[in-house]
């Protein structure tokens, strides 16, 4: 098994108008290739803040965190953002599709920016058509996420997410819009995609319905986090 991500003492603090809040207190914790882990905890426990740290996006911590054997402190802002396009997915509670975009064109996108891959238009093109079909969109090609419901919204966004076949996949809450019946759905398309190609998935969640589909929850509380193996 492969490490993708390994994260070492980290700790976190914002500096708000009372002081010094400490949000993530000397975390450990290492996520292996094609590992699906569930991050539970209540509101303001410092889920978003950890999964931002995790993809690069806030590099203001203390502690040490490796992707992909980088470590992160030792990257320069160019790579990391090599690292977000290639390797990393992105899947957010508020979908993030770009309105005036049809489903095929936002799954596309991404690709489009993709030269370390060699291809043509054309085959970008199908990559996503099959994404899209692998998430059961092969009709919604045309459609623009305001003519879709919200759990075809997040199956676009989570085809999206997909395009450049990244070893690691960020959702935060990607369920919280959802019905619980579309939100099985949703989760099941993720996970199960990702088995496929051994993604690793770090997904928040309030919902234990949810964290059960992965392999591991660990629930942030002070600070801290608990491991439990589902
Ligand atoms: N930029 C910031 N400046 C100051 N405090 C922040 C900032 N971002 C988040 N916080 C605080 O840090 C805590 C954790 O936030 P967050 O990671 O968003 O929690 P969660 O995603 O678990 O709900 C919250 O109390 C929040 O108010
Ligand atoms: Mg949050």
Do not use: W
Not at 114 to 120: L, P, R, T
Not at 169 to 193: F, Q, R, Y
């Amino acid at each position: 098994m492969n490490v993708f991500v390994s994260v070492k003492d980290l700790s976190k603090r914002y500096t708000s108008k009372t002081g010094l809040i400490e949000i993530l207190n000397n975390l450990s914790f290492d996520i292996h290739n094609g590992e699906f882990v569930a991050i539970m905890g209540t509101s303001g426990a410092g889920k978003t803040t950890l999964l931002n740290i995790v993809g690069t996006l806030d590099d203001e911590y203390s502690g040490s965190v490796t992707l992909f054997s980088n470590k992160l402190e030792q990257t320069s802002a160019d790579i990391k953002q090599k690292m977000r396009l290639h390797k990393i997915g992105f899947v957010y509670q508020g979908f993030y599709l770009i309105p005036f975009l049809t489903a095929l064109n936002n799954v596309l996108i991404p690709r489009l920016f993709n030269n370390e891959i060699i291809e043509e238009y054309d085959e970008k093109k199908a990559k996503a058509v099959t994404l899209l079909e692998q998430v059961g969109l092969k009709s919604y090609l045309g459609k623009y996420p305001n003519q879709m419901s919200y759990g075809e919204r997040q199956r676009v966004a989570i085809a999206r997410s997909l395009i450049n076949n990244p070893q690691l996949v960020l959702a935060d809450e990607p369920t919280g819009n959802l019905d619980s019946a579309t939100s099985k759905e949703v989760i099941t398309l993720l996970k199960d995609i990702c088995k496929n190609q051994n993604t690793a998935i770090m997904m928040v969640t309030h919902d234990a319905n949810m964290a059960a589909f992965a392999d591991k929850t660990f629930i942030l509380e002070n600070g801290q986090i608990e491991k439990r193996e589902n």
